[in-house]
């Protein structure tokens, strides 16, 4: 540990170029202006940045942007521009920058924002954006297209957004269809505030039935009675779409009585859509059936419908479980509807892929057709990922590793350290301050190429900062370091306890690489601690089983953390068959979810982990899987002569528990 810290106040040393190293002081009073910065003592925080920024600090950026930010309300442009200036290419530039132009666009002065948003260098704030569009629509520019997209992909009803919907839809560059598609993406979403400003709009009068439409969509439409009037056909539409959301089959009712001949196509297709995906989400075999009875509302219309590309995704996935084989012709159609970005993404190029070399042989041209799929399978087969490997296999070749670069100079690694964004970083990681570390150091790598980025990444992994070490590596393009990127720490530690509980040390490397990235003292917003991330309850349990002692500030060390860890793990795997797909979903969602998602028909495992219905923890098995696959050729027996392969990890097919086997564990937490 001192060897750690002595290295990260070495890289302090080299501090921003605007701050002479004879100035510099570690870590300053950063930390009393971070506890002054919470419990709202603006005095104390003016008091400590004026001592910060005299005595040049190396975190002085901080002080002086906590100080600023908590009255940016108050201040002036002046005050801004000089902070501007004091920082300049620095993070905390661009993050006030951030912060002054919401104020900005909360004070409506739009030639102060349009002046000062092109130098807004992340450029990740989608009220900001809108703040811009708006100002652009008030200089006479037509922004309708890039207005409504922002609009629909807003998360909620922020200022920005809603203020550049209200002012299009006055000028008429917004419509009544355009605000009632807004009502149903937000419904869909669950963002009810969003759903009413939508009404607000269209149909101000109506608009305060939205809350009852959304808490208790089945008594709203008991009130309703059939009617040719469209807003009251639209209220119903949201109704039904959020009936969908907690009882599809009392939705599907509806819509095949009371609602049959009383929704216009368009209404009807957008509900039986919300029904396909909602009946998706469920598992339920009667997906695929309510996707086909939205897609024939559709074909009514006078117009194409667009769906959103989440509902594309569900009934891709609804046509992949179908019971009896996958309906590969539904696959095929629901990717080809999805935004082209969205049908750019190696999960939509694979399964399409998978589509066509299922429908070559019975097509008019089938050599035609192969060779499609062939062509797709290779487009992502180079990609260190799930679908990258998947399509690798599909094409017959082996998971191999890309050639294990040069060594980084170490000129190169000292230069890197002197970044004065990363050296930042480090300093505010050895403070403790670790969030605003990660913001530093992902600012900082802005730009990098290949050789900057590996450079940086060696800085990360020099200091054991895993985190920082894998995802700077993660960047580069070209010049990958599977070493940098799969890092091994604790090496010998894992294989013995792996050799001890019959565990395969990859699988736990590539659980452990997507739950902490091997940060020790990692500690999740709902209390998961630790390199394996073990909620305190779960610990307890677990010890307890395996005759251990344990006390709750035992989590976080380190061999305790792994013995109890690498423990439950085995016990998740044994419980579901050895699957280290149902058991990675059991580790993040708990062992009754995988339980429950495993009944229905025998799946491809591929097809059950797209299947996952919550969307953090399929990310997280495919990439806990992929990690694995990565971490078994690395720690691979050079005698070895079976090459490591996702499918064969995935294993056999996954269903319902086989009869006699034993019961599931019940008490497993």
Not at 262 to 281: D, F, H, I, N, Y
Not at 509 to 519: C, D, K
Not at 633 to 646: E, F, G, Q, R
């Amino acid at each position: 540990m001192g060897r750690a810290i002595a290295g990260l106040a070495m890289a302090a040393a080299f501090a921003l170029s605007a701050i002479p190293a004879a100035a510099q002081n570690g870590f300053g009073n950063i930390l009393d202006a971070r506890d002054a910065l919470r419990k709202g003592d603006r005095a104390r925080l003016a008091s400590l940045r004026a001592a910060a920024v005299g005595e040049r600090q190396a975190l002085a950026p901080w002080v002086d942007y906590w100080d600023l930010s908590s009255r940016i309300n108050l201040v002036q442009a002046d005050e801004v521009e000089a902070f501007y200036q004091r920082w300049s290419g620095s993070y905390v530039e661009d993050r006030l920058r951030n912060d002054w132009l919401l104020e900005l666009g909360r004070r409506r002065d739009w030639a102060a924002l349009s002046a000062d948003y092109p130098r807004f260098r992340m450029n990740d704030d989608r009220q900001v954006a809108c703040y811009a569009l708006l100002a652009d629509h008030l200089a006479g520019k037509d922004v309708r297209e890039a207005a409504r997209a922002a609009w629909f992909a807003q998360k909620d009803a922020d200022d920005g957004c809603a203020l550049l919907a209200t002012t299009l839809f006055e000028a008429r560059q917004f419509g009544a269809a355009d605000a009632w598609r807004r009502a149903r993406v937000a419904v869909d979403a669950n963002k009810p505030r969003a759903a009413r400003l939508a009404v607000q709009l269209v149909a101000p009068s109506f608009a305060a039935e939205v809350p009852d439409l959304v808490d208790n969509p089945a008594k709203y439409l008991a009130k309703k009675k059939a009617t040719a009037d469209r807003t009251t056909q639209e209220l119903v539409t949201l109704a039904l779409m959020r009936l969908a959301a907690t009882d599809p089959d009392a939705a599907v009712s509806l819509l095949n009585t009371t609602w049959r001949e009383s929704l216009r196509p368009e209404q009807a297709a957008w509900a039986w859509s919300t029904v396909g995906k909602q009946a998706a989400m469920r598992l339920m075999p009667t997906a695929p059936s309510y996707f086909q009875q939205a897609e024939l509302m559709a074909s009514k219309t006078d117009r194409e419908l667009v769906w959103a590309d989440e509902t594309l995704a569900w009934k891709a996935r609804a046509a992949l479980r179908n019971d009896g084989g996958p309906r590969w012709q539904q696959v095929i159609q629901a990717i080809n509807a999805m935004d082209p970005a969205a049908q750019r993404d190696a999960t939509w190029v694979y399964w399409k892929a998978r589509a066509l070399q299922a429908l070559a042989r019975d097509s008019s041209d089938p050599a035609a057709m192969a060779a499609q799929s062939q062509e797709m399978f290779g487009s992502i087969a180079g990609q260190y990922h799930f679908y990258g490997s998947l399509a690798a296999e599909e094409l017959g070749r082996s998971i191999t590793m890309p050639p294990v670069p040069a060594p980084v100079p170490t000129a190169d690694r000292e230069a890197a350290a002197r970044e004065p964004g990363i050296a930042r970083a480090l300093l505010l990681t050895a403070a403790g301050l670790r969030n605003e570390a990660n913001r530093e150091w992902n600012f900082t790598l802005r730009g990098m190429d290949d050789r900057t980025l590996r450079a940086t990444a060696e800085v990360g992994c020099e200091r054991q900062l895993w985190d920082r070490c894998i995802n700077t590596s993660d960047r580069t393009k070209a010049d990958i370091d599977m070493a940098q990127r799969f890092p091994i720490p604790f090496r010998r530690e894992m294989v013995a306890r792996g050799r001890e509980i019959g565990l395969d040390p990859a699988y736990v490397y590539g659980l452990i690489r997507q739950e902490s990235r091997f940060i020790v003292d990692a500690r999740s917003g709902v209390g998961a601690a630790g390199l394996m991330q073990l909620m305190p309850a779960t610990a307890r349990w677990t010890a307890k089983k395996v005759g251990m002692p344990f006390t709750p500030d035992m989590i976080t060390d380190r061999d305790v953390n792994l013995k109890l860890g690498t423990s439950y793990l085995k016990l998740v795997l044994d419980d579901l068959d050895g699957s280290q797909a149902m058991a990675a979903a059991a580790y993040n969602a708990g062992p009754s979810r995988p339980r429950r998602w495993r009944d229905g028909p025998r799946l491809e495992p591929a097809i059950w982990v797209e299947n996952v219905p919550f969307s953090e923890t399929r990310d997280y098995v495919k990439k806990v899987l992929s990690n694995a696959t990565f971490y078994a050729a690395l720690l691979k027996d050079p005698n070895a002569t079976v090459a490591p392969s996702l499918k064969a990890r995935l294993g056999r097919s996954i269903g319902p528990r086989e009869a006699g086997l034993p019961a599931p564990d019940t008490e497993l937490p």
